[in-house]
């Protein structure tokens, strides 16, 4: 996926550089102006999610979703997927083990939907682009709406 | 500039004292930052590359057409397909929804574009159909798409007009 990204943005540069070669370097210019504005925010956030993954590892969280069921496990649930940044492609796998070990649907997915849509974590970066009230009040909200697609995952599982 | 860098020194400062206080989670701490620095350093060049060209090449009145304020429900639309076809985390969409702001995309557009990114990305949702299933994924898809919606149009209720003006000028800064 990544390569591909990379691929697509490499073309682009390419065309822009042989229409015009002033504008692409004003191109890069504000992508580097960009880039080093935000970079404090960029490192802080690193610095923060190595120190949160390394209290909440891999059992600490299989722990208290895997075990516990009812509104209280998927309020847990909710909290670790908010707080935490698990890329997809280590979250899905992890997920589906959880689900196998009998975990219940409502907690993972509550805990998928927060993971996505909630960045504690993120909120300095956040709000530099969008001032803090409207960084915490989205986050506020995916957050109750995550609860509700863990409730309805949880009943459709149910049902089918 | 040390006022800038404020937030990365208390972290930086919090992770010495972990790592005095425990030194096995000091160490496990530092691993974990540095796959996360790793990660973060193979996403962002290309985001900020595509934006940087987005911001030359796109004029200001294409994208207020498509996505402006009154380009009603294709703008909705181009919004989730363009948020949707992304990849990396969340923390990539914010510098390119700052670029739409500066070229006049509606709120609710952005937001929805926000929304899009984090949780209907067509890769992540291709890898989650195969781990956890169609009843899974596909369920979360049909509430993530109005979901999405209903959340961009709240907050642009939420947020008074004049704050949403002055995220619009400092996204201008940016």
Do not use: C, H
Not at chain 2, 113 to 131: C, D, N, Q, R, V
Not at chain 2, 144 to 159: E, H, K, N, Q, W
Request: zero cysteines; glycine letters at 8%.
């Amino acid at each position: 996926m990544n390569e591909s990204f990379y691929i697509i943005t490499i073309s682009f540069l390419g065309i822009s550089y042989y229409k015009d070669k002033t504008k692409t370097k004003k191109a890069l210019k504000k992508a580097w102006n960009s880039f080093e504005n935000i970079l404090p925010q960029f490192l802080g956030v690193i610095v923060l999610v190595g120190i949160v993954l390394s209290v909440f590892n891999a059992e600490f969280i299989s722990k208290i979703i895997g075990n516990e069921s009812g509104w209280y496990g998927t309020l847990i649930s909710a909290v670790v997927g908010a707080i935490t940044l698990i890329p997809g492609f280590i979250a899905f796998p992890a997920a589906s083990l959880l689900l196998e070990n009998g975990a219940g649907y409502m907690q993972i997915g509550t805990f998928v939907s927060t993971l996505m849509m909630v960045g504690a974590i993120t909120i300095p970066v956040e709000s530099k682009y969008f001032g803090k009230r409207l960084a915490v009040t989205r986050n506020i909200i995916a957050f109750f709406f995550s609860l509700l697609v863990g409730y309805i995952i949880g009943k459709v599982a149910g049902w089918l | 500039m040390i006022k800038r860098y404020r937030f990365f020194f208390i972290t930086a400062v919090l992770l010495a004292i972990i790592f005095l206080i425990n030194r096995e989670l000091g160490l496990k701490a530092v691993n974990v930052t540095g796959y996360a620095f790793v990660e973060m350093a193979s996403i962002i060049p290309p985001i900020f590359l595509l934006l940087g060209l987005l911001d030359v090449w796109v004029p200001r009145e294409t994208m207020i057409k498509y996505m402006g304020e009154k380009s009603g429900i294709k703008g909705i639309i181009l919004s989730f397909v363009i948020g949707s076809a992304a990849a990396g985390p969340l923390y990539g969409a914010f510098p390119i929804a700052a670029v739409f702001m500066k070229k006049g995309v509606k709120f609710t557009n952005v937001l929805i574009f926000i929304g899009a990114w984090s949780t209907t990305k067509i890769p992540m949702f291709l890898f989650e159909l195969s781990s956890l299933g169609s009843k899974f994924a596909v369920t979360r898809l049909l509430i993530d798409i109005p979901g999405i919606i209903i959340i961009a149009f709240l907050l642009s209720r939420f947020i008074p007009e004049e704050e949403i003006e002055k995220i619009y000028i400092e996204a201008e800064s940016l």
